[in-house]
């Protein structure tokens, strides 16, 4: 397992940016992608900020009324099976490949495989359903599975570009992308892929984001500059945002040989579950903070070596505390502070999308030389104390970050990325 694993190219299509250099200024200069938003006009409900992704329009159930930014050119077949958020997925591939330097025939003789993470469209899957049983399943739409469960990425994007190697789809909630990292990079690591393309997407509707209302996981604030403030005591639940990232993988030797760029390295990984609750995290942050030991001791590092840390903590209560709490264990107790924050404050909650995404961050800020900060937090909750919580970003060169995310049932999962010598930012 001694291959490295680097990170070659990267396409964002967020609420902060849909390229690298607009990302990367909204990281610095703390801006957010956070706006009043009214999900059904119904004044009752009491979600009202949300984060779209600018330049984009998806939210009718036909593809035929969709529009997206001119630069990317959709092939009407292909646009057929997708979803609003394969739409976004689409446009962050091509800008991931053209990143990397990749044409697309450079994807098809099985040394290049795709693992993608979203939970499907609930937007679509209602739609289509509710067509069927309105005329009693006697017709519907032939492209209605592959555009619509939890599989339509892969589905959709394995065919488009013809990828013939490993090629699947992960749904472990919001540790989906991240876990589809994992996994790619141990493709890579174990000589069975040279290059793996990572795609997470989600949409931004009131079917992907409203049922979380009842577990009361959302937001009730109306100002956009306060309702995602991750580790703040007055935090009250998390914003929901739509987009997509992609990144692309490849072993190093390969790499080098086509002359690329790298951002980053992957040097380690790791996953572990709470064992605890269907839909809460561990009080003390347990299986968080045996993912962050595993990480470290595959990245083969100590604790103090850790110079940054993204944080999955997404503005909620319960979850902010615990991962509070498992970073202290993992970092605080032996006498490691690294700086630490949560870019969730800018973009609100991408879902399963939300490691790919913070993951893409880290690899810019290594990149660039810089910390991103916690611009929307004004007063730590106690349990932060001994935490390193920056509130505006810095223009630090960290070597070595860490990138946390954790999903229903407990998933959780970190990665270590290292700066690469001969970046900008070396």
């Known amino acids: 397992m001694s291959r490295e694993v680097l990170i070659t190219g990267i396409g964002f299509i967020t609420c902060i940016g849909s390229n690298a250099p607009s990302v990367a200024r909204s990281l610095q200069d703390g801006t957010h992608g956070l706006v009043p938003w009214d999900f059904c ?6 979600v009202k900020v949300a984060a779209p992704v600018p330049g984009f329009t998806v939210d009718s159930p036909s593809w035929r009324d969709w529009t997206w930014p001119t630069e990317y050119d959709i ?11 394969g739409v976004y ?5 091509e800008q991931a490949l053209a990143d990397a330097g990749l044409a697309r025939s450079e994807l098809t003789d099985g040394g290049t495989g795709l693992f993608c993470a979203s939970a499907g469209s609930a937007f679509i ?3 289509n359903l509710s067509q069927a049983h309105a005329c009693r399943f006697e017709r519907g739409n032939p492209m209605g599975i592959v555009s619509s469960i939890a599989g339509t990425l892969n589905f959709n994007l394995a065919a488009h570009y013809g990828i013939t190697g490993a090629v699947t789809g992960f749904v472990s909630a919001c540790a989906s992308s991240s876990h589809a990292l994992g996994y790619a990079t141990d493709e890579i690591r174990l000589g069975r892929q040279e290059r793996m393309l990572v795609v997470g997407a989600e949409e931004l509707n009131a079917d992907t984001i409203l049922p979380f209302a009842p577990m009361r996981a959302l937001s009730a604030s109306t100002d956009p500059a306060t309702a995602s403030r991750p580790f703040d005591v007055n935090r009250d639940g998390f914003v929901g945002t739509g987009g997509s990232v992609v990144l692309v993988l490849e072993e190093g030797s390969v790499a080098r040989r086509r002359k690329a760029r790298p951002y980053a390295e992957i040097l380690g990984w790791g996953q572990a579950s709470d064992g605890h609750s269907v839909a809460t995290s561990h009080p003390d942050g347990a299986g968080l903070h045996a993912a962050i030991l595993r990480a470290l001791r595959d990245a083969n590092l100590e604790p103090e070596q850790i110079d940054y840390i993204n944080a999955h903590a997404t503005s909620t209560p319960i979850g902010d505390r615990a991962e509070a709490l498992a970073l202290k264990a993992a970092f605080t107790s032996v006498g490691a502070f690294p ?13 399963s999308m939300a490691g790919a995404m913070e993951l893409g961050f880290c ?3 290594l990149r660039d030389g810089f910390i ?6 004004r007063v730590p909750d106690p349990v932060c104390e001994g935490l390193n919580l920056p509130q505006a970003s810095l223009r630090t060169k960290a070597t070595h970050v860490l990138n946390n995310s954790s999903g229903f049932g407990g998933s959780n999962v970190c990665h270590v990325l290292r700066r690469m010598p001969e970046s900008p930012a070396s």
Do not use: D, F, Q
């Not at 077949?77 to 958020?85: D, S, W």
């Not at 991103?372 to 937090?377: A, R, V």
């Open 363 to 365: 690899a810019l800020a």
């Open 339 to 351: 700086l630490v924050s949560s870019t969730k404050g800018l973009t609100g909650h991408g879902l």
């Open 41 to 46: 006009g119904n004044p009752i409900v009491p």
């Open 125 to 127: 899957l209602h739609h």
């Open 372 to 377: 991103p900060g916690n611009p929307h937090l």
């Open 75 to 85: 092939p009407r077949e292909t646009l057929r099976g997708l979803a609003p958020h």
């Open 89 to 93: 997925a689409y446009c962050a591939m």
